[in-house]
């Protein structure tokens, strides 16, 4: 996966994340949408973390295609 590929998979779950909030009602997301919800957050941050990674390697001549998916329990404990 290419810096290309990880900043489409991150446009196309930000579309379906915004799809899901605008179907959320004044009482909350029902737990599916809750659920899928935190999903794509974890997965946003996943694939953050790897261009992160990717340009970071570049930037210091490494090889950006050995940077690999962390953990959910790795990237959901960074700090913003």
Do not use: K
Not at 15 to 42: F, K, Y
Not at 45 to 65: I, K, M, N, S, Y
């Amino acid at each position: 996966m290419d810096d290309e590929d990880v900043i489409q998979r991150i446009g196309a779950l930000v579309e379906e994340e915004h799809a899901l909030e605008r179907t959320v009602g004044p009482s909350g997301p029902d737990d599916d949408t809750a659920e899928r919800l935190q999903a794509l957050e974890v997965a946003l941050d996943q694939c953050w973390d790897l261009l992160r990674q990717r340009r970071a390697r570049r930037h210091t001549g490494e090889d950006p295609d050995a940077a690999v998916v962390r953990p959910p329990d790795v990237v959901e404990r960074y700090q913003q």
